[in-house]
């Protein structure tokens, strides 16, 4: 039988015990585990980190410093065309494009069907890899600032206007944002919205996705229709390339396309990033058929894999 003074000598064991395991737990959870996922920003405050992918960890300087010798010969090689007549769109005939910028639409409806939709290919295909370009070396300048401990008064207000633009809260939703999505999906939205390049507002404005405008100040156009009463503006860009990043830029900021954005960090298909479409047209799902039918039937996907020749 045990003495009353090993039964409280057991029982001050156990409390003890109880006791350690207790706050060994609670550093854990309250120092060592936050440390792992909370990081310190460049503006000196600490943020959740979002995802898995919200950034490459050991992604490394040198990787920034290919980035913008890439950028700069982009720059260099740049050429802008204001073609006249359909020779002046040249053809792509292998996965390296030309980084080529057409300021306007030309009439294609004097080519057979084939040759009108190669040629709407050729003449958007450039724009929207150049776009792509200009937020893939944003997007890893951001990554690049996210890591450096000391930033300069230049890159913090770089980041400010960034986080503006792309209405995010925090460097890491910066990041995520401006991530993009195949180069097959914007094709074919561009053949839906644009008609194959036939729509009055491409050919007269370089809108490609029908984006309406509700600012007074923006450059635009009128709708030939009206809903009710009101007349529809559309917006007027200044070259196809200003369509495209606009268009990339609608889709990462609008609360509609939340899940898109979502699922387009850990998938790069096409057929299963339609689906998260829906809310982009009125069609809902009758919309996203069309854009998976249209990248299939005409083999879209093979540009997902091109890229700018440089």
Not at 58 to 86: D, G, M, N
Not at 97 to 106: E, G, M, Q
Not at 207 to 224: E, H, L, Q, T
Request: some cysteine; hydrophobic content about 35%; glycine content about 2%.
């Amino acid at each position: 039988m045990y003495n009353q003074k090993q039964i409280i000598k057991v029982l001050l064991w156990i409390v003890s015990l109880q006791l350690i395991l207790f706050l060994t737990y609670y550093i854990y959870n309250n120092f060592i585990k936050s440390k792992k996922t909370s990081y310190i920003t460049p503006n000196s405050h600490i943020i959740t980190k979002h995802s898995k992918t919200s950034l490459p960890t050991s992604l490394k300087y040198t990787k920034e410093i290919k980035c913008e010798l890439t950028q700069k010969k982009l720059l260099e090689k740049l050429k802008r065309v204001s073609p006249k007549s359909i020779n002046d769109i040249v053809s792509i005939d292998n996965k390296f494009v030309k980084p080529i910028l057409y300021t306007k639409s030309i009439p294609l409806s004097s080519l057979s069907i084939k040759e009108k939709k190669q040629k709407f290919i050729d003449m958007i295909v450039p724009s929207i890899l150049v776009a792509k370009q200009q937020l893939k070396y944003e997007r890893e300048k951001v990554a690049k600032l996210i890591l450096q401990k000391n930033i300069s008064d230049a890159d913090k207000e770089w980041l400010t206007l960034q986080r503006k633009k792309f209405q995010a809260l925090d460097n890491y939703e910066l990041y995520n944002k401006m991530e993009t999505h195949p180069t097959s999906i914007i094709i074919a939205q561009a053949i839906i919205e644009s008609g194959w390049g036939s729509s009055r507002f491409f050919q007269k404005a370089n809108n490609i996705f029908g984006v309406w405008s509700f600012n007074k100040k923006d450059k635009r156009i009128s709708a030939n229709k009206k809903r009710g009463n009101k007349t529809i503006y559309l917006k007027k860009y200044q070259n196809i390339e200003a369509s495209i990043y606009d268009y990339l830029l609608t889709l990462s900021v609008k609360d509609a396309y939340k899940e898109f954005r979502k699922e387009r960090l850990e998938t790069k298909d096409p057929y299963k990033l339609a689906d998260y479409l829906i809310r982009y047209s009125e069609e809902r799902e009758e919309y996203t058929k069309r854009l998976k039918n249209m990248i299939k039937n005409n083999k879209l996907a093979v540009y997902d894999e091109y890229q700018l020749d440089l």
